[in-house]
């Protein structure tokens, strides 16, 4: 079972975000998106790809189209990616990702969630290395899908890995974050229907941590998770 196939199934388990702070975020992911781009979803691939992660969410088609709007509005926010890395309890690497329209407040606010929840921040780029990023895409199963012959239809796009969760019918597909793009419109050109398309930072030395341990972990990450301006959180929890 790969790494990616084994991170999937531990976000399921712990995913922290419920949808009140789910939606926010998935709503700034399609403005930005919109904003980048024209706001056409069939114009503009990022935000095909957005939406497609707010519906997977089961995000409101009301929510998303006023995002859509909003972006194009005077007063749409100008949002800025800003990532930060730190250490938590018992040595834990996390990996912040945040969309901000005042990088003041989001450091002051990221800082202040690790000083006050057992942990600290750590130099820009200094912990990168221990994540791989990579481009993770989810699809349903078909009963003529062959997996081998996808397999290697999909390589030349960049695939690194495939894998099968037969017990929801899901099938992962992993590879490096720089051809998301050229997977992306792969499976658009097979007709295959995404349900998730998404760009992950996996450990590549997850750790073991104790069930005590990772309830102090837990709170830490629970308030980077509520943070507004964060968009997503990262560890090398195994």
Same mark, same amino acid.
């Given at each position: 079972?790969? =790494?990616?196939?084994?991170?999937?199934?531990?976000?399921?388990?712990? =995913?922290?975000?419920?949808?009140?702070?789910?939606f926010?975020?998935l +709503?700034?992911?399609?403005?930005?998106?919109?904003?980048?781009?024209?706001?056409? #979803?069939?114009m503009?691939?990022?935000? =095909?790809?957005?939406? %497609?992660?707010?519906?997977?969410?089961?995000?409101?088609?009301?929510?998303?189209?006023?995002? /859509?709007?909003?972006?194009?509005?005077?007063? +749409? +926010?100008?949002? $800025?990616?800003?990532?930060?890395?730190?250490?938590? #309890?018992?040595? &834990? %690497?996390?990996? &912040?990702? $945040?969309? $901000?329209?005042?990088?003041?407040?989001? &450091?002051?606010?990221?800082?202040?969630? !690790?000083?006050?929840?057992?942990?600290?921040?750590? #130099?820009?780029?200094?912990?990168?290395?221990? !994540?791989? =990023?990579?481009?993770?895409?989810?699809?349903?199963? $078909?009963?003529?899908?062959?997996?081998? @012959?996808?397999?290697?239809?999909?390589?030349?796009?960049?695939?690194?890995?495939?894998?099968?969760?037969?017990? @929801?019918? /899901?099938?992962?597909?992993?590879?490096?974050?720089?051809? !998301?793009?050229?997977?992306?419109?792969?499976?658009?050109?097979?007709?295959?229907?995404?349900k998730?398309?998404?760009?992950?930072?996996?450990?590549?030395?997850?750790?073991?941590?104790? *069930?005590?341990q990772?309830? @102090?972990?837990?709170?830490?990450?629970?308030?980077?998770?509520? *943070?507004?301006?964060?968009?997503?959180? !990262?560890?090398?929890?195994?």
């Amino acid at each position: 079972m790969g =790494r990616a196939f084994e991170y999937r199934k531990a976000s399921k388990m712990k =995913r922290w975000g419920a949808m009140s702070r789910i939606f926010p975020k998935l +709503a700034k992911a399609i403005e930005m998106a919109a904003k980048a781009g024209v706001p056409d #979803p069939e114009m503009n691939s990022a935000l =095909r790809t957005a939406i %497609l992660n707010a519906k997977a969410e089961n995000m409101p088609k009301t929510n998303i189209e006023a995002a /859509i709007k909003r972006a194009s509005g005077k007063d +749409a +926010a100008n949002y $800025t990616d800003v990532n930060f890395e730190g250490k938590g #309890p018992h040595g &834990v %690497l996390i990996f &912040v990702e $945040t969309a $901000t329209d005042n990088n003041t407040r989001t &450091v002051a606010n990221v800082k202040m969630h !690790f000083n006050k929840n057992g942990g600290q921040m750590a #130099p820009t780029g200094s912990l990168e290395f221990f !994540f791989d =990023r990579k481009a993770l895409f989810e699809f349903e199963k $078909t009963e003529e899908m062959d997996l081998e @012959e996808l397999e290697l239809e999909l390589i030349d796009a960049g695939l690194e890995e495939i894998e099968e969760d037969e017990e @929801e019918g /899901i099938v992962l597909v992993t590879a490096d974050y720089k051809d !998301f793009g050229t997977l992306n419109k792969a499976f658009e050109d097979m007709g295959i229907e995404l349900k998730k398309a998404k760009l992950e930072r996996i450990s590549n030395n997850p750790q073991e941590f104790s *069930d005590e341990q990772q309830e @102090e972990i837990s709170k830490l990450l629970e308030k980077l998770d509520e *943070d507004d301006d964060v968009q997503a959180v !990262f560890t090398n929890i195994g």
